[in-house]
């Protein structure tokens, strides 16, 4: 069983709606939880991270995590092209070392239509 | 120059080439790594280092030959590659190895081995 699952997508939608973007994970010791935006061509970057369970909203973005379920998700409020990339989620243990590496998603595509 | 610099961007070589892609970290970070991302997989962590000292290495086969001289520079020395190897090549740096939510990628080296 894989340890991070994401719908690689692609995922379409119109301008102004709301996006949820969703991972699924099997090692219940990952207590970091990221999501990276990546456009094409480019290096990802991190939107947001999480600690345990949890939401955190920064703007348009809200992160989610139910441990319990072993879900997260991240949504994206009035969504713009320019929101239009790859998402990747990652995830990690809590210590140093190797349990600190991050294990990632295959990343969803978005494409926002005007 | 700020971030997480990578040369060249794009990379075609021989199966019989040697090459070497470079990163460079302007953020003062302690730990580099060295990422695969192939169409539909996972990014794959290759190689970690920390304070300049390699700490992982995770399964990669001895074709691809990680060296780091300093805390902000970071090599990839390649040799006698295979076609297979084709893929985005991401440097990563972050505070150090405990805080993983602190890396951030450089814009990554297109390889292309024919």
């Known amino acids: 069983q894989k340890e991070v699952e994401q719908d690689p997508g692609p995922l379409s939608v119109p301008e102004g709606a709301i996006v949820s973007l969703n991972c699924t994970y099997s090692?219940?010791?990952?207590?970091?939880f990221m999501w990276y935006r990546q456009y094409s061509r480019k290096g990802p970057e991190l939107l947001m991270y999480t600690y345990s369970s949890g939401n955190k909203e920064d703007g348009r973005f809200t992160a989610q995590v139910d441990k319990s379920s072993k879900y997260i998700s991240l949504f994206i409020r009035d969504s713009q092209p320019s929101d239009s990339a790859t998402y990747l989620c990652a995830m990690s243990e809590d210590y140093g070392g190797s349990q600190g590496n991050l294990i990632f998603g295959k990343g969803t595509k978005l494409s926002v239509k005007p | 120059e700020t971030g997480v610099t990578q040369t060249p961007r794009h990379l075609v070589m021989g199966m019989t080439n040697k090459k070497s892609l470079k990163c460079e970290q302007h953020l003062g970070h302690n730990a580099m790594y060295w990422y695969k991302q192939s169409a539909k997989k996972p990014l794959e962590l290759m190689f970690v280092y920390s304070l300049e000292e390699r700490v992982e290495n995770n399964s990669v086969p001895s074709r691809f030959s990680p060296e780091c001289p300093n805390s902000s520079h970071l090599f990839l020395h390649l040799h006698t590659l295979q076609p297979e190897d084709s893929a985005l090549y991401l440097c990563?740096?972050?505070?150090?190895?405990?805080?993983?939510?602190?890396?951030?990628f450089g814009p990554g080296t297109r390889l292309t081995v024919l």
């Open positions: 090692n219940s010791a990952f207590q970091y």
């Open positions: 990563a740096s972050s505070q150090d190895r405990t805080r993983p939510y602190t890396q951030y």
